[in-house]
T-cell receptor, first 113, second 114 residues
Framework: AQSVTQPDIHITVSEGASLELRCNYS??????LFWYVQSPGQGLQLLLK??????LVQGIKGFEAEFKRSQSSFNLRKPSVHWSDAAEYFC???????????FGGGTRLMVKP | NAGVTQTPKFRILKIGQSMTLQCTQD?????MYWYRQDPGMGLKLIYY???????DKGEVPNGYNVSRSTTEDFPLRLELAAPSQTSVYFC?????????????FGNGTRLTVT
């Protein structure tokens, strides 16, 4: 069965600092990987996705993620965090974008001024 | 564009009561989903539908029912509410089975059962 682990439940960073959110997955075949962001009181919005090709993928809002097959990881990064990035971030894995998606437990990001 | 619309935003139920969570989308998407979100647990799939008249169970279907009589609407029914169903419920949709399509989420319904 596929699974996703986000080891960090909460992370606090200072505005302007760099950010890395960790995601580890377990999946039997070539995974499709996603990062979603959820602002308070909102639904989830897609940040970026990886299906194949270049293992470093760029997303919206200046985020990027790197797929490392040997480590079963898909960590999300941003070089300089803005206060508006405070939100909850979810990593997901699946065979396709629909009903096979499995979500991690989420990482709540807080940004200090 | 309205996208995916969920009503109500908040609801408090007593144990044993029933209710229907409404979900409608105006994007003519074929695939629709219901997820529940519990703290630290991510999102769990309750039911999904690949088109009008077709529904199937997800990971956590017990205590819920769905119907899909039109492409636009995908209501979720709780027949006998239990405290374990206290959660935030999200409806989502995609155009079809293409893996290139991101899920479009509604803003959620926060349900408390006491």
């Amino acid at each position: 069965a596929q699974s996703v682990t986000q080891p960090d439940i909460h992370i606090t960073v200072s505005e302007g600092a760099s950010l890395e959110l960790r995601c580890n997955y377990s999946y039997g075949a070539t995974p499709y990987l996603f990062w979603y962001v959820q602002s308070p009181g909102q639904g989830l919005q897609l940040l970026l996705k990886y299906f194949s090709g270049d293992t470093l993928v760029q997303g919206i809002k200046g985020f990027e993620a790197e797929f490392k097959r040997s480590q079963s990881s898909f960590n999300l990064r941003k070089p300089s965090v803005h206060w508006s990035d405070a939100a909850e971030y979810f990593c997901a894995v699946g065979a396709r974008a629909g009903n096979m998606l499995t979500f991690g437990g989420g990482t709540r990001l807080m940004v200090k001024p | 564009n309205a996208g995916v619309t969920q009503t109500p935003k908040f609801r408090i139920l007593k144990i044993g009561q029933s209710m229907t969570l409404q979900c409608t989308q105006d994007m003519n998407h074929n695939y629709m989903y219901w997820y529940r979100q519990d703290p630290g647990m991510g999102l769990k799939l309750i039911y999904y539908s690949v088109g009008a008249g077709i529904t199937d169970k997800g990971e956590v279907p017990n205590g819920y029912n769905v119907s899909r009589s039109t492409t636009e609407d995908f209501p979720l029914r709780l027949e006998l509410a239990a405290p374990s169903q206290t959660s935030v419920y999200f409806c989502a949709s995609i155009p079809g089975s293409s893996y290139n399509s991101p899920l479009h989420f509604g803003n959620g319904t926060r349900l408390t059962v006491t």
